[in-house]
């Protein structure tokens, strides 16, 4: 019998310390950004191409301790590149962004625009400090106690900033705070936009504008694009962002204007302190101003923004009159035409497409030339279908309203129609539309007039709701409303009036 016996078991395993891996070595270098990790075949490759470092990791590989058996199994893989010549070229490093000169956003390094996500410009949006003073339509001679509200807005070219004209009505005082600022500048409002909710302010100290950048607008997004809303919503005195992507394109119903102009559908978080803010795209770019927002408990997450063509036309218009003028509308009440019966009766062929007039406001340009039952076939050469609607982009399609609204109060358009069984090419002007009832006062105090203890007002949308409350499209006389929801003016100057207050004087009496 031998001197040393065999032990029973196993075979000692090899000491931690000389165990080898079969991976190259990684040399680190004096800046961590410099190693790229890739997951391809398990390695990690560093993007320094030196020779040195790549003959030590190969000898690193491939010498063994002398002391390590042959272990069981498949024989062992060499790396595939073992000389710094063969070694395939260094991955690009990530890139990161940076602000760009034109206000938009800039990618830094070897990535292409493509790869990584642009960083909007955040520091061009600022927070907007309103003092409103509203009027009092029960007592018109006096206004209401002051209260101060905030939203956001942001820098445009030209020393302006953009915000939502709900965010200053019947402003007393507006002021401005930079991103990381604790200084509030003091603004000078130059134009509101009621109708399409846009406001445009101004800056005189030099000092806000040093070192902001203003931005940059993009197209009108495609569905599903992605947006990113920036803003100083309720919740917090910093900078928001919120992201989602745009759900629908259409003719909405703007609430402040009460009128209906293009808009943004999008499920980004829209909340109170939102509006004004900037929303911009996966470029970088502005496409929108967030304005309002869908409260139902049975809808989440639906907000609005006012699209660049809306944006666009607001700011030409007032570079092109110096004032802002208004959106043109055509001064028509139509009707479908999907009816294949009402078509009959209208003499229309089968090839034609269109919408019936039901009614002509007789303040309007229109009512010159159009006449109640005109079928409106196309407008600036656009054919119109018989929904009322005009071909917008692929496989798109808008309401006919949209073209209008892309002209200038005084411009002309032209218009084909159908008149027993003729079809007549007329040029009509468009000028803005007047309600008999108004929507909005335009900023303006109400105007009254009292004689011997009686108090006249002039009716329009917010004395009912002052007068009434936020429901008063039912708790208003049924006369007011009626007036409101289907009368039209009759003469250019025409007003409805009301004893809005008895004077106690004569209660008295």
Same mark, same amino acid.
């Given at each position: @019998?031998?001197e *040393?016996?065999?032990?029973?078991?196993?075979?000692?395993?090899?000491?931690?310390?000389?165990?080898?891996?079969?991976?190259?070595?990684? %040399? %680190?270098?004096?800046?961590?950004?410099?190693?790229?990790?890739?997951?391809?075949? !398990?390695?990690?490759?560093?993007?320094t191409?030196?020779?040195?470092?790549?003959?030590? %990791?190969?000898?690193?590989?491939?010498?063994?301790?002398?002391?390590?058996?042959?272990?069981?199994?498949?024989?062992?893989? *060499?790396?595939? *590149?073992?000389?710094?010549?063969?070694?395939?070229?260094?991955?690009?490093?990530?890139?990161?962004?940076?602000?760009?000169?034109?206000?938009g956003?800039d990618?830094?390094?070897?990535?292409?625009p493509?790869?990584?996500?642009?960083?909007?410009?955040?520091?061009?949006?600022?927070?907007?400090?309103c003092?409103?003073t509203?009027?009092?339509?029960?007592?018109?001679?006096?206004?209401?106690?002051?209260?101060?509200?905030?939203?956001?807005?942001? %820098?445009?070219?030209?020393?302006?900033?953009?915000?939502?004209? *709900?965010?200053?009505?019947?402003?007393?005082?507006?002021?401005?705070?930079?991103?990381?600022?604790?200084?509030?500048? #003091?603004?000078?409002?130059?134009?509101?936009?009621?109708?399409?909710?846009?406001?445009m302010?101004?800056?005189?100290?030099?000092?806000?504008?040093?070192?902001?950048?203003?931005?940059?607008?993009?197209? #009108?997004?495609?569905?599903?694009?992605?947006?990113? !809303?920036?803003?100083?919503?309720?919740?917090?005195?910093?900078?928001?962002?919120?992201?989602?992507?745009?759900?629908?394109?259409?003719?909405?119903?703007?609430?402040?204007?009460?009128?209906?102009?293009?808009?943004?559908?999008?499920?980004?978080?829209?909340?109170?302190?939102?509006?004004?803010?900037?929303?911009?795209?996966?470029k970088?770019?502005?496409?929108g101003?967030?304005?309002?927002?869908?409260?139902?408990?049975?809808?989440?997450?639906?907000?609005?923004?006012?699209?660049?063509?809306?944006? @666009?036309?607001?700011?030409?218009?007032? =570079?092109?009159?110096?004032?802002y003028?208004?959106?043109?509308?055509?001064?028509?009440?139509?009707?479908?035409?999907e009816?294949?019966?009402?078509?009959?009766?209208?003499?229309?062929?089968?090839?034609?497409?269109?919408?019936?007039?039901?009614?002509?406001?007789?303040?309007?340009?229109?009512?010159?030339? +159009?006449?109640?039952?005109?079928?409106? #076939?196309?407008?600036?050469?656009?054919?119109?279908?018989?929904?009322?609607?005009?071909?917008?982009?692929?496989?798109?399609?808008?309401?006919?309203?949209? +073209? !209008?609204?892309?002209?200038?109060?005084?411009?002309?358009?032209?218009?084909?129609?159908?008149?027993?069984?003729?079809?007549?090419?007329?040029?009509?002007?468009?000028?803005t539309?007047?309600?008999?009832?108004?929507?909005?006062?335009?900023?303006?105090?109400?105007?009254?007039?009292?004689?011997?203890?009686?108090?006249?007002?002039?009716?329009?949308?917010p004395?009912?709701?002052s007068?009434?409350?936020?429901?008063?499209?039912?708790?208003?006389p049924?006369k007011?409303?009626?007036?409101?929801?289907?009368?039209?003016?009759? #003469?250019?100057? =025409?007003? +409805?009036?009301?004893?809005?207050?008895?004077?106690? +004087?004569?209660?008295?009496?």
């Amino acid at each position: @019998m031998s001197e *040393h016996k065999r032990k029973r078991g196993r075979k000692p395993k090899i000491p931690d310390a000389e165990k080898t891996l079969d991976l190259p070595s990684i %040399a %680190a270098s004096a800046d961590d950004d410099d190693v790229v990790f890739s997951v391809s075949n !398990v390695e990690i490759i560093p993007t320094t191409t030196n020779p040195s470092i790549s003959s030590a %990791a190969a000898t690193t590989t491939n010498n063994h301790h002398p002391d390590h058996r042959p272990r069981r199994g498949r024989p062992r893989k *060499h790396p595939k *590149h073992e000389t710094p010549e063969e070694k395939p070229p260094p991955l690009p490093r990530a890139g990161h962004c940076r602000p760009a000169e034109n206000g938009g956003a800039d990618f830094a390094g070897d990535v292409e625009p493509g790869v990584a996500r642009v960083v909007p410009a955040m520091d061009a949006v600022v927070k907007v400090f309103c003092v409103h003073t509203e009027p009092n339509f029960s007592l018109p001679w006096q206004r209401k106690r002051q209260y101060s509200s905030s939203s956001s807005g942001f %820098a445009i070219g030209g020393r302006r900033v953009l915000t939502n004209a *709900h965010s200053v009505e019947h402003y007393t005082q507006v002021k401005l705070k930079k991103r990381g600022s604790d200084t509030k500048y #003091l603004a000078t409002v130059l134009a509101i936009g009621t109708e399409c909710d846009i406001a445009m302010l101004t800056v005189e100290d030099d000092e806000f504008w040093e070192g902001v950048l203003p931005v940059e607008f993009g197209e #009108l997004p495609a569905l599903q694009d992605a947006v990113t !809303v920036v803003g100083y919503p309720i919740g917090g005195d910093t900078i928001s962002v919120t992201s989602g992507v745009v759900s629908r394109i259409e003719i909405l119903s703007y609430v402040h204007g009460s009128t209906e102009l293009l808009g943004l559908q999008i499920d980004a978080a829209i909340n109170s302190g939102n509006s004004g803010g900037p929303a911009f795209n996966d470029k970088g770019k502005c496409v929108g101003i967030a304005f309002q927002s869908l409260k139902h408990e049975d809808v989440e997450n639906i907000g609005y923004v006012i699209p660049t063509p809306v944006i @666009m036309h607001f700011i030409q218009d007032y =570079e092109k009159n110096g004032a802002y003028t208004g959106f043109p509308l055509l001064g028509v009440e139509w009707q479908k035409m999907e009816n294949p019966d009402l078509r009959v009766a209208m003499s229309m062929k089968a090839d034609q497409k269109g919408v019936r007039i039901r009614r002509v406001d007789p303040t309007a340009p229109e009512s010159e030339v +159009l006449k109640p039952s005109d079928i409106i #076939l196309s407008f600036d050469g656009i054919d119109i279908a018989n929904d009322g609607t005009v071909p917008f982009r692929h496989g798109e399609r808008i309401g006919f309203s949209y +073209l !209008v609204s892309q002209k200038y109060t005084g411009d002309s358009a032209a218009v084909k129609v159908l008149r027993d069984s003729k079809i007549l090419n007329f040029n009509i002007t468009l000028a803005t539309h007047r309600r008999l009832i108004p929507s909005h006062n335009k900023g303006r105090p109400p105007s009254y007039y009292i004689i011997a203890g009686f108090v006249f007002s002039t009716v329009s949308v917010p004395y009912l709701r002052s007068e009434y409350g936020k429901d008063y499209e039912y708790e208003a006389p049924v006369k007011l409303l009626d007036k409101l929801l289907y009368s039209m003016p009759q #003469l250019p100057d =025409e007003q +409805l009036v009301v004893v809005s207050q008895v004077s106690s +004087l004569l209660e008295l009496l």
